[in-house]
């Protein structure tokens, strides 16, 4: 469309208009779409008309939103899934057949991690798990049968980076598919592909809603591969719904400025920690004492809407913290106009053991803190009382 600036395509990319020329997008709540003749029907089911059929093949409205996360993403086809895993899920089994070999990043979502374990495994996919911070180990783990390397950058809730060029150089010297979860950064903080990613597969349930309203996953790429991640969710049905597609798109022309705002309260946030004496230890990719500060600085936009601290204290304290918190809410969800705390090793990764969790990051105590586009100022006082009350 010529427009060059992400927050142009954001509002402006959408679907041809109907005979109604309506100025916003409608919900089309259709299961399937007519044809005028038998001709026609056959024609289109043949592929020969491009048109849509069937609401689990393609609808107007996911159509919409996936077109919108290939332009802001700069991907060449995708595919929209009924949540975050289902697009992960999809991802793995449209590419990888029993005796395949998948490297695995050891800092990835706990649901991640659940879905290698006990599904992968029973389908014959193999995996190894390799460390971010010894990434000059990773290229001896790969085997003759490694078929794909899958990341997540910045991760869930380690918040650790991975170079993006450097895991597609090795992924590209070894003819590995490189498969990034990009949900921490959104397609306006990062965009894998750019670096050479085949796969940039999203949770839309986080800052792509942003507003904590519905699920929906999005798998991202070039033609060859999602081709097939389409044809097997054409097949097996972890569809987006319309009515979650047409609100995700709607957020999408929002995106821009929902995350400069996520982003500037996190960085504000973090600094307070960092400073806070009852405060043993910040993490955020936009602080300088982030250990991939320098990766995050090249490959991202701004350091996101996540902090991570430990609490002098240990697990009771922070557990204690939590419950004096007032205004931030105690749910699972991240990426919401509204800050949210968790405690990860009770809750999402709670089905690892203590050491594999020590392995990701995640301490006894640890919070995190998923910042909201409240007032700044209310947020600090809000987690500042609740640290005062916790002593
Ligand atoms: C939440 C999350 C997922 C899973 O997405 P759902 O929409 O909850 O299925 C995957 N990856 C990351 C990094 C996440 O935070």
Known sequence: MGQSNFETKAVRTQSERTHMKEHSV??????SFCYDSAEEMRATFNGEIDR????????PNTNEFVEK????EEAEIGVATASGMAAIFASFAALLSAGDHLLVSRSIFGSIHSLILNDLTRFGIEYTYVDVDKPERWEAEIKKNTKMLFIETPSNPGLDIIDLEWAANLAEAHGLILNVDNCFATPYLQQPIK????????SATKFIDGQGRVMGGVVLGNEDLIEEVYMFCRRTGPTMSAFNAWLLSKSLETLAVRMDRHCSNALKLAKILEAHPEI???????????????????????GGGVVTFTVKGGLERGV?????????????????????ATHPASTTHS??????????GISAGLIRISVGLEDIIDIIKDIEMALDKSK
């Open 280 to 302: 043993e230890s910040v993490k955020y990719p936009g602080l300088k004492s982030h250990p991939q500060f320098e990766i995050a600085q090249r490959q991202m936009r701004l």
């Open 320 to 340: 204690k913290l939590l419950d004096n918190l007032e205004m931030c809410s105690l749910t699972a969800n991240l990426g919401d106009t509204r800050t949210i």
């Open 26 to 31: 409608p919900l089309y709540l259709t299961s």
């Open 195 to 202: 670096y050479g990613a085949h796969i940039s597969v999203h």
């Open 52 to 59: 849509n059929i069937y609401s689990r093949f393609s609808n």
């Open 69 to 72: 996360m290939c332009v802001l």
């Open 351 to 360: 089905k690892l053991t203590e050491e594999e969790r020590a392995a990701v």
